[in-house]
């Protein structure tokens, strides 16, 4: 199982992920996407759900209309790991992609 990442660890990991931030207590990292409408935030959720299912890693989101508030926190080692940065560094890449090109 990946690690807890300690907390200077952690900031330095977020300061690559600017839009991020950590959550009182350390326990997750928290980002608010917005999109154009909602088909474009439930195709962003559509995609990132694919790849999570990929890497056996869940994230935690809540969807009205067109904004999605993403929590990622590892539930097996009780924080914040490796495999967090790397769904937040994936779902970034999904958003990046679709404000860039809708159709995506
Ligand atoms: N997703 N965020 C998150 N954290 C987990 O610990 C986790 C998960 N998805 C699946 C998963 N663990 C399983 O591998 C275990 O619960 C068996």
Do not use: C
């Not at 907390?7 to 839009?19: E, Y």
């Not at 207590?25 to 917005?34: F, K, P, S, T, V």
């Not at 909602?38 to 989101?61: I, K, N, S």
């Not at 209309?65 to 790397?86: N, P």
């Amino acid at each position: 199982m990946t690690d807890k990442l300690d907390a200077a660890s952690l900031r330095q990991r977020l300061a690559a992920l600017p839009q991020w931030h950590i959550e009182a207590g350390d326990a997750a990292i928290r980002r608010e996407y917005l999109f154009a409408d909602f088909p474009q935030a439930f195709g962003f959720m559509a995609q990132v759900a694919l790849h999570a299912e990929r890497l056996d890693h869940h994230p935690e989101w809540f969807n009205v209309h067109r904004r999605v508030d993403v929590r990622l926190t590892t539930h097996d080692a009780g924080g914040v790991t490796e495999r967090d940065i790397a769904l937040a560094r994936h779902a970034d890449d999904v958003h990046a992609r679709l404000v860039r090109d809708p159709s995506a």
